[in-house]
């Protein structure tokens, strides 16, 4: 019997030690009180953050803990540690104010666990001082407020010089065809007069400047749809079925005259600008249309997929391919990659389809290889 209670005596004295060397190397302050807030055991963690020794903190209240302004009159002694005043719920525990020996006030968590024991209710606060974490937080909020002011005056610097831009280009194009029309005017006059009473020279002369004008006057039409582009105008749920069949309609003498072939899959209904969404679409398939390899009728494929956050479009042809090299120098404004004796266009077919692309939220590129075709994907914000 007395072996028996040797070895009780024993065992419970090892489990004091393990509890003791588990308190000890806790990372957190460890506050073990009874259900009034009397603290009845602390850890070395505990003195480390507040800066007491633990024989000022055995019997204490836990309040001492916290600022002067939490603490309770001795005719309000707190019934429980949830009705200490200062201390809040949180997602994780408690958050509150503590207050060091020398004054110091400082952020600290609280994880709260009662334990029923023969000697009544303990509760058990593990504590941190996450000072260090509220300064990150801090610091990130007010980066975010410095980034999110620099990007809207960033953006609002973006708009007025896009405004400035596009209204340039209306009026420089606009004020262009005047006196190009007086131009081509005179040059006519002058054609038709002295046509053949001149010697051949002048009249390859004439002809080379009536064939400017008309490719200036192609250029500043051009230009002057380019600026237009989304101008004043409000995003609209758009059938892009019903808009490639308009499209279609339209480019229906050119589609018979190249025996091209068009299949297009299933497509979304989308937030957009309708003319300019037609508009994309007609510049791609009739650029697939006239890319084409000779003696081959062009055969094009329209087929997309939902991603998170857009829709993916892809425009299929067997067409002449683009080098790798000028893929991405299509889509500057003016860009040709072919003479126009073989290919005609102004070269800014592809540049309006970036900025449609981009006026919705999305991004154009191409996949090609000389000789087998392209494909031109672009995106659609969901």
């Known amino acids: 019997m007395a072996e028996e209670l040797h070895r009780s005596m024993h065992d419970i004295e090892q489990a004091q030690q393990k509890f003791k060397g588990l308190l000890e190397s806790a990372p957190d302050a460890i506050v073990i009180m009874d259900e009034k807030g009397n603290i009845t055991l602390v850890n070395k963690q505990c003195e480390n953050i507040f800066g007491y020794q633990k024989d000022e903190l055995i019997g204490a209240n836990m309040e001492l803990l916290l600022p002067e302004r939490f ?10 540690i949830h009705d200490i005043p ?43 001082d996450i000072s260090e974490k509220k300064r990150m937080e801090k610091e990130i909020r007010e980066a975010n407020v410095t980034l999110e002011k620099k990007v809207q005056k960033r953006t609002a610097e973006l708009e007025i010089k896009n405004k400035e831009l596009e209204q340039f280009a209306y009026v420089a194009s606009h004020d262009l065809q005047e006196p190009l029309r007086t131009t081509s005017s005179f040059v006519e006059l002058l054609r038709k007069q002295y046509h053949g009473r001149l010697d051949e020279h002048a009249d390859r002369y004439i002809d080379y400047v009536i064939q400017a004008s008309d490719r200036m006057k192609t250029l500043i ?51 957009a600008f309708a003319t300019e969404l037609k508009l994309l679409f007609q510049n791609l398939i009739s650029n697939s ?57 102004s070269g800014i077919g592809l540049a309006h389809c970036k900025k449609i692309v981009e006026l919705h939220g999305g991004k154009i590129w191409v996949e090609s290889e000389v000789g087998k075709g392209s494909t031109f994907h672009f995106t659609i914000a969901d």
């Not at 380019?226 to 279609?248: D, H, M």
Request: net charge neutral; proline share 5%.
């Open 71 to 80: 603490r309770s009159t001795q005719q309000e002694q707190p019934k429980s």
């Open 289 to 345: 249309i006239k890319f084409q390899q000779p003696g081959i009728a062009p055969h094009i494929e329209i087929t997309t997929a939902k991603q998170t956050g857009y829709w993916h479009f892809q425009i299929r042809d067997n067409g002449i391919g683009i080098d790798k090299q000028y893929q991405q120098r299509i889509f500057i404004i003016f860009q040709r990659l072919h003479n126009r004796s073989v290919y005609e266009g």
């Open 221 to 271: 039409k051009d230009l002057l749809d380019y600026s237009r582009i989304g101008r004043e105008k409000q995003f609209e749920p758009v059938n892009c079925n019903l808009a490639l069949a308009e499209v279609l309609a339209d480019l229906t003498k050119v589609i018979k005259e190249n025996q091209a072939e068009i299949v297009a899959g299933p497509l979304p209904v989308v937030n």
């Open 86 to 128: 200062g201390v809040r719920s949180t997602d994780i525990g408690l958050e509150v104010l503590g207050r060091r020996k020398n004054g110091e006030e400082f952020p600290i968590e609280m994880s709260i666990s009662p334990l029923e024991t023969e000697e009544g209710l303990l509760v058990t606060a593990a504590i941190r």
